[in-house]
Every structure is written in structure tokens, then in C-alpha cells.
């Protein structure tokens, strides 16, 4: 018990208290850094453009409707921070910014991170950013689900499905096209991320590696990781090619040889009245079981032109109350021994089987290689395209660089302040989904415990080193001492307390002695 007292005690000593968070400190965006924002003003910077879009089949109405604006979390961890939030549920919303300077896909490596809150919860919609595609007509006041992109990537939920997307956009030479590669998703269970209401940390590295709260969730090749594949496979199937209409690929086929037994009846059927049942004495065929009850009247209000023709409701038949049973009489059915069913031909091997039908390969016309798919098209925006359900969806501390070091110090400068809970408290927190945890605590805390007590208390030896009762309790019984302190100090006692009440006796008598003396005096 004193164990799990000093449990709880260590876990509430590290929980954070308001006080303890702190007040949110401004971070200086890094200067080589292709794009960083942390939305620290009191409202949208000028370098952040509205999507003006508008319906194909009104062009008076945007298709972009959902509104944005800068504002504080709900719940202020740190005090002070801002982010933009995603306010409409329900609507479509887009919002863009340019690049301080075209990113290419080169030597060096990318890194994108940006943190999301769900506020809410989500029930469905998608919380990803986009790195747009740099040309010289993109237009970020156009930017729309069509405006071509590098990568998407970022937390996406709808029905029971959470998933983190990583999508990169690949230029095919041959086809002339660009094809869609979805990175194959983490087999970690995501679901915590989208319901515990608290902000999280995105982080995109290539080779590649995702990251959630600075923890590894997936890492991949991007040749070999991804659906469908970077490099097209060399043959594909003909589309042209048609199976043989003479092309027999039944493995199993009916005897052709079988003929059906001549005393097969399939007319037969599967049950028959039981011969040997006949009906009880006593049953009455010519009554029913229930008859109108001869008392029942129709309603004052009934109208037959509205209601139709009253019918009394129906009550037992009382000349079918001494009755075995009234009605029609039938027999049970039972089983036919001479039912066989319908008669089907045993199955056999095809002789004439050629195997199952596949067309024939050719060389694929979309096959090249491509050693390096990290060469996309270069990076001139970064932008949100997205539909939710639920509003307050809160980004913050967006960066693009292409520095690992610098990644990790912004990542210490804005992710950083927001404190994390220690060991013992996620302990405590595990608790709230898996109650049994209880159990394994107390039992993990008490069990040195006891061990201790059963173990080592036996070796302790008690008084000190000098004496003759100097040992351990599990030793062999001791011999008593030639001179036996206890005994001694037993018998002194005792003769103690003799004397002592013979001098108490001895002093009372002396007193009345002299009381009488002086008493004798005065008289």
C-alpha cells in the first residue's frame, strides 16, 4: 500500500499544472529555409492566398467557401500560441503561400513538417498539405483538388480507416503522363492521433521516413514501397488477346457415361403423411377452433362507409373445449424412404482440361527506369485543399528545408515547448483505456516488496556484536550462559519489591505511633 501511495504520489508530483507550460515564446523563422510559418500574428499574413475558385455550374458561387482564421488552440498549451484553424465544417477550403524559393529535387534531402490538432476529434475529413508544383501559370488564387502537385502528405480519416498519407507525383516519359505513387501505410495503429485531441508533429524525410511526435512510423524506398510500383514491370498482359472459344478450362466435368438408375423416382417427395397416426377420438372436423364472439359489439362511432363491414373478434370455440381438437385433421409428416432427389451424373476428371486461360504477355509500351524518383518536379507553393466534417482543425509551425539540423533545432524551438508527459504519467494515463493496468502496477511495485521481507529479513542479525545474544533468528538454538542475566535480574526484582513494601509498612506504623503520642499530649 505504501508503495502505490508513493506511486501516485511520484505520478501527481510530475504532472504538468497550467503554471507549468508556460507562456508560448516566438520563434524566428531560419533563414535558408525554403518555407516556415508559425502563424504568430494576429491574423493571415499577406503571403497566405484564399482560393477564388468558383462551382462550374455557378460561377457566382466559390468553391471554397470554408472559412480560416489565426487564433488560439481552446485548450492554451503553451499560453500564447497561435495556429491556423480551419473553421467550417461541412465546406470546402483552400489556402496557399509561396515558397521563399523554388525548391529542386537535387543532392540534397527534404524535410517537411507541420503540426496538426484535432480539436474535436474528426469524424471524417483530411488534415494534409500539399507541396505544389512549380510553373510559370500557377496562380495560388486558383488553386484547386485539380492544381497539379509534388507531394501530399498528412493525416486523412473517414469511417473506421486513419491513415498518414505520403503521395508523390511521377513523370512518366513514355506515357507522356503523371501517376499517382501512394506510399503503403504504417501497420501501426494510428487511431490515437485523430481522437486525443491533442496537437501532433508530421514529419516527412527522405529516403523516406514519416514520423509522428518525433517517433518512426514508417520508413520506405521509393522504388520499392510504393503502390503501384516507381518502375512499370517490363510485360504486361495483351489486351488484345481473347481466349479461344474452343479453350476448355473446366477441371471437373459429369461422367458421360453415367445413366440414371431406372428406378430412380425424382418425383418422390421428401415428406409424407405418417401412415401409422390416425386421428383422435374425439376431434371434431366440423368445428372451428375459434368462432365471433356472440357478445362483442361494434363501436358507437363505427361507420360502415367509412370503416367497412365490422367483424366481431374472434374468442375459443366452447364446443371444442371438451374436444381433442377441432378443425381439419392432418397427420404429421415424416421423412420419404423412397425419396432420392433429383438425379445428377458423378463428377470426374476433364480429359480435354487445358488450364486455366491467361493472355499472353507483351513488352510493356510504359516500361523505363528510373534510378532516382527523388528528382520531382520542383516545389513553388505549399497549400491546404481539404473537406471535413468537423471544424477547429489547428496547423502550426510549418517547414520546408532541406537541412536536417536545422529541421531538428525548429523542431526543438516550437514542438519543444509544449511539455510532454513524463514516464510515470503516461503510465497513469494508460490506465484510462486499459484498467487492468492497475493490477500489474501494484502488483510490479509490491512484489520487491515482499521479496525483500521474505528474503533478507532472515539474514538481518539484531544486538550488538559483543553480547552472547548476538544472532541470527535462523540459527540453532543457543545454550543457556553459566551466569544467566535474566534469571539474576528476575530474582533481584522481586526481592526488591519485598523490601520495599516491609519499609512502607515499618513507616505507616511509626506515623500512628507518633500521632497518638501527640494526641495523648494535647489531651
Avoid at 506511486?7 to 504538468?16: E, K, M, N, V
Wanted: proline content about 10%; overall charge negative.
Amino acid at each position: 500500500m505504501i508503495s502505490l501511495l508513493l506511486g501516485l504520489c511520484l505520478c501527481l508530483a510530475f504532472s504538468p499544472t497550467q503554471e507549468d507550460q508556460g507562456v508560448y515564446r516566438s520563434v524566428t523563422a531560419p533563414a535558408q529555409a525554403y518555407f516556415a510559418e508559425t502563424f504568430d500574428t494576429d491574423s493571415l499574413d499577406r503571403k497566405w492566398v484564399l482560393s477564388r475558385v468558383v462551382k462550374e455550374e455557378d460561377a457566382d458561387v466559390h468553391k471554397y467557401d470554408g472559412g480560416w482564421v489565426v487564433e488560439e488552440p481552446e485548450k492554451q498549451v503553451p499560453l500564447g500560441n497561435k495556429g491556423l484553424v480551419l473553421k467550417s465544417p461541412g465546406h470546402h477550403h483552400a489556402i496557399a503561400a509561396y515558397l521563399r524559393t523554388v525548391y529542386h529535387f537535387r543532392e540534397k534531402p527534404l524535410f517537411l513538417q507541420y503540426e496538426v490538432h484535432f480539436q474535436k476529434g474528426i469524424d471524417c475529413g483530411g488534415a494534409y498539405i500539399k507541396l505544389l508544383t512549380h510553373s510559370d501559370d500557377l496562380r495560388l488564387s486558383q488553386f484547386s483538388d485539380i492544381t497539379p502537385y509534388s507531394i501530399m502528405f498528412g493525416p486523412d480519416k473517414c469511417g473506421s480507416t486513419y491513415k498518414v498519407h505520403f503521395i508523390f507525383r511521377h513523370w512518366n516519359p513514355r506515357t507522356g503522363t503523371y501517376e499517382e505513387k501512394h506510399a503503403r501505410q504504417p501497420e501501426t495503429d494510428l487511431s490515437d492521433y485523430f481522437t486525443d485531441n491533442k496537437p501532433h508533429l508530421y514529419s516527412l524525410h527522405n529516403t523516406f521516413e514519416i514520423l509522428i511526435d518525433q517517433t518512426l512510423v514508417k520508413t520506405g524506398s521509393l522504388l520499392e514501397d510504393m503502390d503501384p510500383p516507381v518502375v512499370p514491370p517490363r510485360e504486361i498482359e495483351d489486351p488484345e488477346d481473347r481466349k479461344p472459344s474452343d479453350w476448355d478450362d473446366r477441371r471437373h466435368i459429369p461422367d458421360p457415361t453415367a445413366a440414371k438408375p431406372h428406378d430412380w423416382d425424382e418425383e418422390a417427395p421428401r415428406l409424407i403423411a405418417d401412415p401409422t397416426v390416425q386421428r383422435p377420438a374425439g376431434w371434431i372436423e366440423e368445428e372451428g377452433p375459434f368462432v365471433p364472439d356472440p357478445e362483442a359489439q361494434p363501436p358507437h362511432d363505427w361507420s360502415v362507409e367509412m370503416d367497412g363491414e365490422w367483424e366481431a373478434p374472434l374468442i375459443p370455440n366452447p364446443a371444442c373445449a371438451e374436444a381433442a381438437g377441432c378443425g381439419p385433421w392432418k397427420p404429421p409428416m415424416v421423412p420419404n424412404a423412397a425419396y432420392k432427389g433429383k438425379w445428377r451424373a458423378p463428377v470426374i476428371d476433364n480429359p480435354n482440361y487445358q488450364g486455366k486461360w491467361q493472355p499472353r504477355m507483351i513488352p510493356n509500351p510504359a516500361y523505363f527506369e528510373d534510378p532516382q524518383p527523388f528528382r520531382m518536379s520542383p516545389v513553388g507553393a505549399i497549400g491546404f485543399e481539404l473537406w471535413s466534417l468537423t471544424g477547429d482543425v489547428l496547423f502550426d509551425n510549418i517547414l520546408l528545408c532541406d537541412d536536417l539540423e536545422m529541421a531538428k533545432h525548429w523542431t526543438e524551438d516550437t514542438w519543444g515547448q509544449r511539455k510532454t508527459p513524463g514516464v510515470l504519467e503516461q503510465l497513469l494515463l494508460a490506465t484510462a483505456k486499459r484498467p487492468w493496468l492497475w493490477g500489474v502496477y501494484v502488483f510490479t511495485m509490491g512484489l520487491p516488496i515482499i521479496l525483500f521481507v521474505s528474503f533478507m529479513w532472515p539474514d538481518k542479525r539484531f544486538g550488538p556484536s559483543t553480547e552472547d545474544y548476538y544472532y541470527k533468528k535462523s540459527d540453532e538454538p543457543q545454550p543457556d550462559s553459566p551466569q544467566d542475566p535474566e534469571g539474576h535480574t528476575a530474582l533481584t526484582n522481586s526481592e526488591a519489591k519485598v523490601k520495599t513494601g516491609l519499609r512502607k509498612r515499618e513507616t505507616k506504623k511509626t506515623q500512628k505511633k507518633s500521632d497518638l503520642e501527640l494526641k495523648e499530649i494535647s489531651d
